[in-house]
C-alpha cells in the first residue's frame, strides 16, 4: 500500500526533488502559489514528473505554480510584498483583490441553482435538462489541484460558489420530480476523496429510493490519473469496487468520467490496473481534458492519449477549450488552433476513438463546439453548433461566426453574414432577466 502524502503551499520545501529547480522557479512557486492555490501529492511528484525536463514537464506544470500563470503586475506586487514581509493583512487584501481579476465565477454558475418548494438546492446544479450535477458537501476538494482548474476559487476558500448539500433527501425530491432527468453526475472537487463510507452514503439513499427516471451515475474524478490507488489498495479501496458492482446489480449505468490531461498518467502500472478493476465492475469509464497549452497543445499528444485510453478500454468523450478564469492567459489556446489540433488529432485515429467531441466551450448558453474553418459565399466563417444548451432546442444547430483567428471564448466572436446577433442571443437574456430578478435580494459576498 501507498502512504498519500500531498505537498502545499506549507510544506512544498521538503520534496527532495526540488533541488532540481533553479531559485527563480523556487520563488515563483511562492509567489504565484499565494495566489492560486497548489496541491500535489507524492504519486504525482515520484512517478508522473520527469524531474529532468524542469520547467517543461507537463505534469510538472499542471501540479505546479509557475511565474508565467499571473499577469507580470500581479506577480510583480506579489512578489514585493513577499520580499519586504509585508503584514499578513496587507497580503491577504492584495491576494483578493488579484483574485477578484481572475474572473472567478465564469459561465455564470450561479444561475443554475435549482429550488424546490422554494428553498435552494446549494449542493445541485440543473443547467442541461437530462442530467443534474450533484457537489456532495465532503467531495469539494482532489488529490492534487490542477493549476488551470476553473474550480480554483472554491480551494481558496471564495465560498459562494462552494455547491454543497449535505441532505440527499432534497436532491431525491427533485429527481422524482423531475422525470427528464435521466443522469445523476456527482462532481466536485472530486468526489472519491469521499471515504467509500461517506460516497456510499449518498449513493445508496439515492438506489433505495427507486428514481425510475435516473438511467446513470456518473462519478467525475481525476483518481486515476492522480491517486490510482483509490481503486486498488487504498484501505477503503475494495470498499468502493464493491460500491460500483452494486450500481450496476441495481441495473444502472455507471460512468466514471475520468480526466486525464497527458498520455503519461495513463503509463503507470497503477493507472492501468485502476482501469482494469473499474472495468471489471461493469462501469465504463469515459474520458475528457482541457486542452492547455503547455500542456498537451499538440495533435500527437492527444493522438495518443485517445489511442491509449481506447486501448485501456476507456470511451474519449470531451476535448475542452479552457475556461476564461485563473490562469487563463497562459494555458489559453485559440479556437480556430484548437480546433486544428483536434482535427489533426482526430484524422489520425481510427473510428474507435473518434467518440469524442471538440473542441468545445463550457460558456454560458452551453457546450459550444467548434466544427471547422468553412468559407461560405467568399465570407471566411467558423462554423459551431451547441453540443449542450440552456434550450435543448439549440443543440446540433449549425451557425456562424465571423472568422477570428485570436478569440478564445465564444464571446469574443461575432456573427457572419452581417449578422448583429448570434441566433440563441434573445432568448439567452430573457432567461437571465428572470434570474437576476431572483438573485437581486441576495447578497453575494
Ligand atoms: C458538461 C455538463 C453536463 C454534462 O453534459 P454531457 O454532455 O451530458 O456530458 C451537465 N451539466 C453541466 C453544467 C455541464 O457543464
Ligand atoms: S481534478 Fe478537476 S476539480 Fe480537481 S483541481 Fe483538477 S480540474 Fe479541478
Known amino acids: 500500500m501507498r502512504n498519500y502524502k500531498s505537498f502545499t503551499l506549507r510544506n512544498w ?49 499542471l501540479t505546479f505554480p509557475r511565474a508565467e500563470m499571473l499577469r507580470q503586475e500581479h506577480y510583480k506586487e506579489v512578489e514585493k510584498l513577499l520580499d519586504s514581509n509585508a503584514p499578513q493583512e496587507e497580503i491577504k487584501e492584495t491576494v483578493k483583490n488579484i483574485r477578484w481579476e481572475l474572473n472567478p465565477h465564469p459561465a455564470g454558475q450561479k444561475y443554475n441553482v435549482p429550488k424546490i418548494d422554494g428553498i435552494e438546492l446549494t449542493g445541485v446544479q440543473h443547467k442541461y435538462r437530462e442530467t443534474v450535477l450533484f457537489f456532495p458537501s465532503q467531495g469539494q476538494t482532489c488529490h492534487a489541484y490542477c493549476t488551470f482548474c476553473f474550480r480554483w476559487p472554491q480551494f481558496v476558500g471564495m465560498n459562494e460558489l462552494k455547491f454543497a448539500m449535505k441532505e440527499t433527501e432534497l436532491l431525491i425530491r427533485y429527481l422524482k420530480e423531475h422525470t427528464e432527468v435521466t443522469d445523476l453526475l456527482f462532481t466536485g472537487g472530486d468526489p472519491l ?81 485502476a482501469i482494469r478493476r473499474i472495468r471489471a465492475t461493469g462501469a465504463q469509464i469515459r474520458t475528457q481534458s482541457p486542452l492547455l497549452r503547455h500542456i498537451n497543445d499538440s495533435s500527437e499528444v492527444w493522438a495518443e492519449m485517445w489511442r491509449k485510453q481506447v486501448n485501456l478500454n476507456c470511451i474519449p468523450y470531451y476535448m475542452f477549450v479552457a475556461r476564461d478564469t485563473g490562469a487563463q492567459e497562459f494555458f489559453g489556446v485559440p479556437l480556430v488552433e484548437a480546433w486544428n489540433i483536434y482535427r489533426n488529432a482526430y484524422k489520425n485515429v481510427s473510428g474507435v476513438c473518434r467518440t469524442v467531441r471538440g473542441p468545445s466551450m463550457s460558456a454560458t448558453p452551453g457546450k459550444v463546439q467548434i466544427l471547422g474553418v468553412s468559407e461560405v459565399n467568399g465570407e471566411k466563417t467558423i462554423v459551431l453548433r451547441f453540443l449542450q444548451g440552456r434550450d435543448p432546442d439549440w443543440v446540433a444547430r449549425p451557425f456562424f461566426a465571423k472568422y477570428d483567428e485570436k478569440a478564445i471564448w465564444l464571446d469574443q466572436l461575432k456573427p457572419a453574414f452581417g449578422g448583429d446577433k448570434f441566433f440563441f442571443e434573445d432568448e439567452l437574456e430573457s432567461i437571465f432577466h428572470e434570474h437576476i430578478y431572483d438573485d437581486e435580494s441576495e447578497n453575494f459576498e
Open 13 to 61: 520545501k521538503e520534496l527532495p526533488q526540488l533541488q532540481k529547480l533553479s531559485d527563480y522557479e523556487k520563488k515563483a512557486i511562492e509567489v504565484v502559489g499565494t495566489v492560486l492555490p497548489f496541491k500535489t501529492n507524492n504519486y504525482v511528484v515520484e512517478e508522473l514528473i520527469d524531474w529532468n525536463n524542469i520547467p517543461d514537464d507537463p505534469i510538472f506544470t
Open 193 to 273: 476523496i469521499m471515504k467509500t463510507k461517506i460516497l456510499a452514503s449518498y449513493i445508496d439513499q439515492i438506489l433505495d429510493a427507486d428514481i425510475e427516471n435516473l438511467q446513470t451515475i456518473r462519478i467525475g474524478t481525476k483518481a486515476i490519473g492522480y491517486w490510482p490507488y483509490r481503486f486498488i489498495d487504498d484501505p477503503d479501496a475494495d470498499d468502493l469496487i464493491r460500491l460500483f458492482e452494486k450500481i450496476i446489480s441495481k441495473g444502472k449505468n455507471l460512468a466514471i468520467m475520468a480526466h486525464f490531461n497527458h498520455p503519461v498518467e495513463l503509463s503507470t502500472p497503477a493507472a492501468e490496473e
